[in-house]
């Protein structure tokens, strides 16, 4: 029997789930997991930057000549939109954090003349509201100054046409102007033209990129202007592209970026566990229970950090089917799911395999043993993944060829019509194929507990799930609801800790300053410490000399954070960084140890309900695991003989012999009687038959 039946009350089986926070506790699974995470997440990177560096953004210029072709026009505008929806994709998943792009009416529209408009309507809006920038005159010399644009990074050289406007200089000067104060003007004097611009009604001539300057001014458009524009183009067209601008292009929302590029120690995983309990205590709960924000917190934070290595292994698959993939970025795809199969087949396996041995023995492998059984069935532990995808993939190109014959006129309308229910079973079989793939954790847990192939690693997950389905969600809804309370508690820990010794050295008499150029409070230490489960908040959040900003994550969802202000920024000094780099490695290094805790609890919880479906499906008892020989000659592991008993001390003045008991005897024919000895002649029986041995 198992053994949680092994007591004199049998427990239900479910709550061997319960002891997966033991078994997920131990350094070498948090190791494992923490270069895992780091692993995977360079991979990625490195295939990002490669693939995403390649292609350029595109664009779609207007072509304005009414002798186009508009077959041609339609034909490169749907190519630009393949393009641009294939980039975006891209962007989406390997894009760089550094580069990120707004949404444009090229990503809104599928018209080409809602594009024309929107276009225009877009370009003139942001013209208009770059004309709140400031402008700066300065070298005022008599009648000749500068004007300078920074944001643009244009420069002029501006002559007072008159004894008024110099005079004015020094005023100007010294006015915060903006460029909706300036107005450009050209004059025509015979064949030369003279470039003006009026800055508060007196005129100057002017020496730059003037033309720039002009199209800006000139071109700017508020949002009245464009409703006019609409109202007065009275097509369909004109109404439809003013709500998309209304709805999309006022106030454009970023682009989702670097989803499989963002590092472990930056990517959004909610708010502080520490923030999030002390609010909690000072609003007697409302902060964490009101209006239902538990629920909110729990399904939209704490479980996808529970289910990060599930979520990490199936987006690219998903994402694989998206309808804007090109041939391209289905290969980027397919190169991230090998490589996330192969690392977390290396350390995933590796800690399923500790996990194995302590549930059924109740004993602990060191970390050699464990990456020693993992290399030796590596191909197993990447295979078992491998081949449902590579059945998806032949499957794929049925449908291709189906597709073939379908395109040819009249043939491929009567042959499609016949032989569509091929199609439907076919996709029936890459369906079952697809989600049976929510396995994953499951065959890498029967390749670490059974010590077997891929092939059986895949029929059993295969076999559990479909078998008995109620009891795969059941035994992962617990575990997914205690995980959620132990990787909180975790989380927790952790950020108290941090923010415990970061709380007593501020408390340090005379480090804390009344300006940034004389603070010496060790938030500046915490410059470069994770943004990830608000770290970074809880590190700087105590200083005076913060300011709360709008991050964007890498999915386009805003948040808020805590961040220096510009002015304490500029006082942190080459070695305040170099002392931030150091503190951040160690905190770097925590951070992983404390992500890493989830993924053990992962590859654990898995391994453990692995255990309770083949007891559930198979009747196999929880002490059964794979034995290698080489345990089995293990000094540690294999049996020790008792020990023979110590011969008896011989008497003083006597030779003690060692006593060999001979092999058992050929089997003799009767012997012949022989008359009895006399009395005293025979020596007494030593207890066993045989004589005495002297």
Same mark, same amino acid.
């Given at each position: ?87 975006? #994709? ?395 309370? #132990? ?37 500046? #230490? ?12 809880? #590190? ?155």
């Amino acid at each position: 029997m198992a053994q949680e039946h092994s007591t004199g009350q049998a427990k239900p089986a479910w709550t061997k789930i319960f002891s997966a926070f033991k078994i997920a506790l131990d350094m070498k699974k948090l190791v494992l997991a923490a270069a895992g995470i780091f692993l995977a997440w360079l991979g990625w990177c490195l295939l990002g930057w490669t693939f995403h560096g390649m292609r350029a953004f595109p664009v779609h210029v207007i072509k304005y000549d009414e002798k186009a072709d508009p077959e041609v026009l339609q034909s490169e505008w749907r190519q630009f939109k393949a393009n641009r929806h294939s980039w975006n #994709l891209l962007h989406e998943l390997a894009g760089s954090l550094s580069d990120r792009k707004m949404v444009d009416a090229g990503d809104v529209t599928d018209d080409l003349e809602e594009f024309k408009l929107l276009h225009e309507w877009s370009r003139g809006y942001e013209f208009n509201e770059r004309l709140n920038d400031p402008v700066v005159i300065g070298d005022v010399k008599e009648k000749d100054a500068t004007l300078d644009y920074a944001r643009a990074g244009w420069k002029f050289k501006i002559t007072a046409v008159d004894k008024k406007g110099e005079g004015e200089l020094p005023n100007l000067a010294k006015a915060k102007l903006t460029l909706r104060s300036i107005k450009t003007v050209e004059q025509k004097d015979g064949d030369k033209v003279n470039r003006i611009v009026v800055i508060a009604g007196d005129p100057f001539n002017v020496e730059g990129p003037f033309e720039k300057l002009k199209d800006l001014r000139e071109g700017a458009l508020d949002l009245a202007e464009i409703q006019r524009r609409a109202n007065a183009d009275r097509r369909p067209v004109a109404i439809a592209a003013l709500l998309k601008f209304r709805d999309h292009l006022i106030k454009p929302k970023t682009k989702p970026a670097g989803l499989l590029r963002v590092s472990p120690w930056f990517e959004d995983r909610g708010g502080n566990p520490y923030l999030l309990v002390a609010n909690g205590i000072k609003t007697r709960g409302q902060s964490v229970f009101g209006n239902g924000r538990f629920f909110t917190w729990f399904f939209s934070e704490e479980a996808p950090v529970l289910l990060e290595p599930l979520y990490k292994f199936l987006t690219p698959i998903v994402y694989f089917f998206d309808a804007r993939a090109t041939f391209w970025d289905r290969f980027y795809l397919i190169l991230v799911m090998l490589w996330t199969v192969a690392v977390w087949g290396f350390f995933g396996g590796a800690i399923a395999r500790i996990a194995a041995v302590q549930i059924a023995r109740g004993e602990r492998i060191t970390l050699k043993e464990a990456i020693l059984f993992m290399r030796e069935r590596f191909v197993s532990y990447v295979a078992a993944p491998v081949f449902p995808m590579a059945l998806v993939a032949i499957l794929t190109l049925v449908l291709v060829v189906f597709g073939w014959v379908e395109w040819i006129p009249i043939l491929g309308d009567v042959f499609a019509g016949l032989f569509w229910p091929v199609v439907i079973l076919v996709g029936f079989i890459m369906a079952i194929v697809l989600v049976g793939l929510i396995g994953w954790p499951l065959m890498i847990a029967t390749v670490s507990t059974e010590g077997t192939d891929s092939f059986d690693a895949l029929s059993r997950s295969y076999s559990y799930i479909y078998q008995a389905p109620w009891q795969y969600l059941w035994y992962n809804f617990l575990a997914i609801v205690y995980g959620a309370a #132990l990787v909180f508690f975790i989380g927790f820990m952790a950020s108290l800790m941090i923010f415990l010794g970061k709380w007593g050295v501020s408390s340090a008499p005379g480090l804390a300053g009344s300006k940034e150029d004389n603070d010496r409070e060790p938030s500046y #230490l915490a410059y470069y410490a994770p943004t990830s489960f608000g770290w970074r908040d809880l #590190l700087i959040g105590s200083n005076p000399f913060t300011e709360t900003k709008v991050a964007i994550a890498p999915d386009g969802r805003t948040a808020a954070r805590r961040e220096f202000t510009p002015e304490y920024e500029k006082n942190i000094t080459w070695y305040n960084r170099a002392g931030a780099f150091l503190v951040a490695v160690w905190l770097w290094v925590l951070f992983l140890l404390v992500v890493g805790f989830g993924y053990s609890y992962f590859w654990s919880s898995s391994t453990i309900i692995y255990f309770l479906m083949r007891q559930y499906v198979d009747d196999t008892d929880l002490e059964e695991v794979h034995q290698e020989d080489d345990d089995l000659n293990d000094a540690f592991l294999k049996p020790v003989p008792a020990a023979a008993p110590a011969p008896p001390a011989g008497k003083p003045g006597t030779v003690s012999l060692t006593v060999v008991e001979a092999p058992p005897p050929e089997p003799m024919p009767p012997p012949i009687a022989e008359p009895a000895p006399p009395p005293g002649d025979s020596p007494p029986p030593n207890g066993d038959g045989r004589p005495p041995v002297v």
